[in-house]
């Protein structure tokens, strides 16, 4: 098993809850494909640096897990068909 770590940007106009919620999903979606989350860091609304999709802040989640690739897969696949998803990146950690 590999360590990874995901960060994503979630849209602004949601409430903090549904932000939330929205993480602890990812994570049981990573235990069900047989990945150990290993620490989950939720940074809340920060403002960017530039303008993405004419949007100036959004709310920042980090994951670090350990698991196989089929996860990262699809964890990768559902982050990049979400609306509320501005951006993710899964970083494989050495």
């Given at each position: 098993?590999?360590?990874?770590?995901?960060?994503?940007?979630?849209?602004?106009?949601?409430?903090?809850?549904?932000?939330?919620?929205?993480?602890?999903?990812?994570?049981?979606?990573?235990?069900?494909?047989g990945?150990?989350?290993?620490?989950?860091?939720?940074?809340?609304?920060?403002r960017?640096?530039?303008?993405?999709?004419?949007?100036?802040e959004?709310?920042?989640?980090?994951?670090?897990?350990?698991?196989?690739?089929?996860?990262?897969?699809e964890?990768?696949?559902?982050?990049?068909?979400?609306?509320?998803?501005?951006?993710?990146?899964?970083?494989?950690?050495?």
């Open positions: 098993m590999r360590t990874y770590e995901v960060m994503t940007i979630w849209r602004p106009d949601l409430a903090e809850t549904d932000v939330r919620a929205q993480v602890a999903e990812m994570e049981e979606l990573l235990r069900s494909k990945a150990e989350i290993t620490s989950s860091d939720f940074w809340g609304k920060r960017f640096a530039y303008e993405i999709d004419h949007l100036t959004g709310f920042y989640a980090v994951i670090e897990f350990r698991g196989e690739g089929q996860a990262v897969e964890l990768d696949r559902g982050l990049s068909l979400s609306d509320r998803v501005l951006r993710h990146k899964v970083m494989r950690q050495d």
